[in-house]
């Protein structure tokens, strides 16, 4: 089993920014990848970020890039999402997941809200 608390949610003003942390039960090398999901009310989940383990490669979602960046700290086995220029819209819960095994095996966190406000 794999654990992951996340932190770093909150309320920020249009504009503004956050950090959001996740820190996993195992090393980052144990997971095909790590990332960083959201969910606002009424709509589906989406994927916001999301970084390869091995080299470490990065995708995002169109309507965060050149805003939001993932990276990672390998000796705290903590991935985290810097969100810069927040919008409104970008309200949401943000869970953090990662993939292991050949048949990436889906985990969680527990998820954390993120509310900007205009």
């Known amino acids: 089993q794999v654990q992951l608390v996340e932190s770093g949610g909150g309320l920020v003003q249009a504009g503004g920014s956050l950090r959001l942390s996740c820190a996993a039960s195992?090393?980052?090398?144990?997971?095909?990848?790590m990332g960083w999901y959201r969910q606002a009310p009424g709509k589906e989940r989406e994927l916001v970020a999301r970084m390869i383990s091995d080299g470490g490669s990065t995708n995002y979602a169109d309507s965060v890039k050149g805003r939001f960046t993932i990276s990672r700290d390998i000796a705290k086995n903590t991935v985290y999402l810097q969100m810069n220029s927040l919008k409104p819209e970008d309200t949401a819960v943000y869970y953090c997941?990662?993939?292991?095994?050949?048949?990436?095996?889906?985990?969680w966190g527990q998820g954390t809200q993120v509310t900007v406000s205009s």
């Open positions: 997941n990662v993939r292991q095994g050949l048949i990436r095996t889906n985990y």
């Open positions: 195992r090393s980052i090398f144990s997971f095909y990848d």
